[in-house]
């Protein structure tokens, strides 16, 4: 299983950026696909989830209405539209993929229930 995160970079309040997590070595359309981030300092948290066809979308509540994730299950790849960015969303962002059983509903939130994690790519938001 390899999930590889991109797209990040340096912008600009309010500017927009698009991450991809490409997947690779497994069943990628089958599972949910989660996007992560951790600030310096700080503990890794949710920032949005998608099901396996798309037809649920979970989002942290500091991202919603500014931030959209989608899959492309043909393309094995996921993405994570930014748009209306803070210097708040400053951080690491991963994505991240589980096969295994989760026995509770919100498991998508809690990094520790994912077995395989994409690199990480940068974003800083700052004028």
């Known amino acids: 299983v390899q999930l590889q995160a991109s797209g990040g970079g340096l912008v600009q309040p309010g500017d927009s950026l698009r991450l991809s997590c490409a997947a690779a070595?497994?069943?990628?359309?089958?599972?949910?696909v989660t996007w992560f981030r951790q600030a310096p300092g700080k503990e890794r948290e949710f920032v949005a989830a998608?099901?396996?066809?798309?037809?649920?979308?979970y989002y942290a509540d500091s991202v919603k209405g500014r931030f959209t994730i989608s899959r492309n299950n043909a393309e094995n790849t996921a993405y994570l539209q930014m748009n209306r960015m803070k210097p708040e969303d400053t951080a690491i962002y991963y994505c991240?993929?589980?096969?295994?059983?989760?026995?509770?509903?919100?498991?998508?939130?809690?990094?520790?229930?994912?077995?395989?994690w994409g690199q990480g790519t940068l974003v800083t938001v700052s004028s």
């Open positions: 070595g497994h069943s990628f359309s089958a599972y949910t």
């Open positions: 991240a993929q589980s096969l295994r059983f989760h026995s509770f509903s919100t498991w998508y939130r809690f990094p520790q229930e994912y077995e395989y």
């Open positions: 998608i099901t396996d066809v798309g037809d649920r979308l």
